[in-house]
């Protein structure tokens, strides 16, 4: 079984850009970065659950990890690097830690968290995780939504941009988004910080200057920042251009 994709400037040479997005999110929200690394073949992926991958069912981060090496294998992406934000940065680096890791040239992560350290710390992210997930099941997606929208981390928001984001949001399945919450919470994933630090490939950590706590993170685990000005915790969103100029400049020293 392989994930749901979608190829853009295959006619370019070089290694391939493979985007994972966030939750409730889908591989196409990537398409104005991929627009500024237009020298790169790029592809983009739906996760399980989401977008064209809705169907597809993933138990936990090794399945998702396995999801991933076969659709690369059927994609016939040989050499690349990874580009993941928030739930996709997480699965990103478990992937490079964990997975066939085949190929795999270089890791850029985006406001994706690497781990609980503390048990206790990771039976609450699973309650907490699993909260949200009954109300993604039982209510109106787009009344959780906005209240999603007001956790800390999207503190940066506008009223009108969260509300966009909402109305964006609505399309998805509460139950898939549900199932995600629960199979893939940070209380689930491994404490990825050690395997991290000792990574041999080029690693780079992104997050908006205004993203303090995964800025936090980064210092406190000693994690390669790299910060996008005047951005939140979806920098990538929010400002397209520099964040791709990143990737570009990173691909040139790298590449």
């Known amino acids: 079984m392989t994930l749901a ?5 295959t006619h370019n040479e070089g290694p391939w850009l493979v985007w994972l997005h966030g939750l409730l999110g889908e591989g196409c929200e990537w398409e104005p970065v991929i627009q500024a690394c237009h ?9 399980p659950r989401h977008g064209g991958s809705a169907s597809i069912s993933a138990k936990n981060f090794v399945e998702v990890s396995t999801l991933l090496t076969d659709t690369l294998k059927e994609q016939g992406v040989d050499h690349y690097w990874l580009i993941g934000y928030s739930l996709g940065g997480r699965i990103s680096m478990y992937h490079a830690c964990f997975g066939d890791t085949t190929g795999l040239m270089g890791l850029i992560v985006e406001g994706g968290n690497p781990g609980l350290y503390d ?3 990771r039976q609450n992210r699973i309650a907490h995780d699993k909260r949200w997930a009954e109300r993604f099941r039982n209510e109106p997606i787009s009344d959780v939504l906005a209240q999603w929208y007001q956790q800390p981390v999207f503190a940066d928001l506008s009223d009108e941009k969260r509300q966009l984001l909402v109305e964006k949001r609505c ?9 995600s919450l629960e199979t893939l919470s940070l209380g689930n994933q491994p404490w990825l910080v050690t395997e991290l630090q000792q990574l041999t490939l080029p690693f780079i950590w992104l997050c908006g200057e205004k993203d303090n ?20 915790h979806n920098a990538h969103q929010a400002q397209p251009v520099a964040y791709a100029a990143v990737i570009n400049h990173v691909l040139s020293l790298f590449g």
Do not use: M
């Open 119 to 121: 048990a206790t710390e």
């Open 171 to 179: 399309h998805n399945a509460g139950f898939c988004i549900a199932e």
């Open 39 to 47: 020298e790169y073949p790029s592809l983009v992926i739906d996760l």
């Open 213 to 232: 706590k995964f800025q936090s993170i980064a210092q406190q685990y000693s994690l390669p920042l790299t910060t996008i000005p005047q951005a939140g």
């Open 5 to 9: 994709c979608q190829r853009y400037n």
